[in-house]
């Protein structure tokens, strides 16, 4: 997770910075509701995408501290991610519901990584 070069290039103040991150706040939350509608479990690239969206949410103002939130923001929601998946698997399984853990619950190793 680098600087975010594009709103520092293209926003001039504030509330550009705003629309931008919200843009991208969108697009982030469009592609993982596609990934979670075709059924991909693909781990990585879901909890990337929530990542994404709560490396935004943590930074109110591009200053010296929006790099260091956004890194911690994005890890912090594919923590949150993961875990709610990980909390969530026996229930979404029984309610037909999208889990990007439902490849792996099966495996006899599930319990152990």
């Given amino acids: 997770m680098g600087k975010n070069l594009f709103l520092d290039a293209y926003a001039k103040d504030e509330e550009d910075q705003e629309a931008l991150r919200r843009k991208g706040t969108d697009d982030n939350l469009k592609a993982l509701r596609e990934l979670e509608k075709k059924n991909i479990c693909d781990i990585d690239k879901s909890a990337g995408f929530f ?24 890890y912090f929601g594919k923590f949150i991610y993961l875990m709610d998946a990980y909390e969530d698997i026996e229930e979404d399984l029984k309610q037909n519901r999208y889990n990007p853990l439902a490849e792996l619950y099966g495996q006899e190793s599930f319990e152990e990584n």
């Fill in 51 to 74: 990542g994404r969206i709560m490396a935004e949410l943590f930074v109110c103002r591009e200053d010296e501290w929006a790099e260091k939130l956004r890194k911690m923001g994005f």
